[in-house]
């Protein structure tokens, strides 16, 4: 079946660097993607929709300054935590759509950043 | 707006034993609920979902029934098993929030021989 891989799966970093996650569908082309967010015992939270060839599209409260997203091809989007702190530590899950069969959402594996 | 609530866990249980994890929500409109579920190590995978009132979904002996009145959707399986353990999320879209999906915080379940 339709695959998403994320990597890293869990990355350590230290206060005041950036830090990339990538999102890649691995059979299929997704022109949009999302990434969420998820604290723990909390929701997944909905980060931004990501576009490929445009602007991602952030929800309320999340900084589009510090949570850089690209979408560069139907197959990859990336999500760089800038200057990332202590309080930037979480679940980051990303998912894309498969036009192809019916709008159907694929997960990726998700990765897990710690920031000391 | 949009919310799902359900319940904490882990729920742990023995091999056949009846599972249900309860699930509420709240939105405005008529939307679509789902169960997706998270096996160590996979991403999220979509176990089931119902589209309106009175829908049951099921899948791989799981099942979960939309009940309006109740703004319910428990996932509920006769007879676990080992294989079963994993994170299981409540989700719904199309309320208020437009196509999103909006997720519950997950429960997860452990099956012990």
């Known amino acids: 079946g339709a695959v998403v891989s994320q990597h890293p799966s869990w990355v350590i970093c230290k206060s005041g660097t950036s830090v990339k996650i990538e999102c890649r569908s691995l059979?299929?082309?997704?022109?949009?993607m999302f990434w969420y967010r998820q604290f723990p015992k909390q929701s997944l939270m909905l980060m931004a929709t990501?576009?490929?060839?445009?602007?991602?599209?952030?929800e309320q409260g999340v900084e589009k300054d510090k949570f850089l997203i690209n979408h560069a091809s139907l197959t990859l989007s990336t999500l760089t935590v800038t200057s990332a702190h202590p309080e930037d530590s979480s679940f980051y899950i990303c998912s894309a759509r498969d036009k192809e069969s019916g709008n159907t959402i694929y997960f990726g594996e998700g990765s897990w950043l710690t920031v000391v | 707006g949009d919310s799902v609530t359900q319940m904490e866990g882990p729920v742990t249980l023995s091999e056949e034993a009846f599972l249900t994890i309860n699930c509420t929500y709240t939105?405005?409109?008529?939307?679509?609920l789902f169960w997706y579920v998270q096996y160590p190590g996979e991403g999220l995978q979509l176990l089931l979902k119902a589209t309106k009132a009175d829908d049951k979904g099921s899948n791989k002996g799981f099942e979960a029934t939309y009940r309006k009145e109740t703004t319910s959707f428990h996932l509920e399986k006769g007879s676990v098993q080992v294989s079963d353990s994993a994170v299981y999320f409540c989700a719904l879209s199309g309320g208020g929030g437009g196509n999103k999906l909006t997720f519950g915080t997950g429960t997860q379940l452990k099956v012990e021989l």
């Open positions: 990501s576009n490929e060839g445009s602007k991602a599209t952030y």
């Open positions: 059979d299929f082309q997704a022109t949009t």
């Open positions: 939105a405005t409109g008529y939307p679509s």
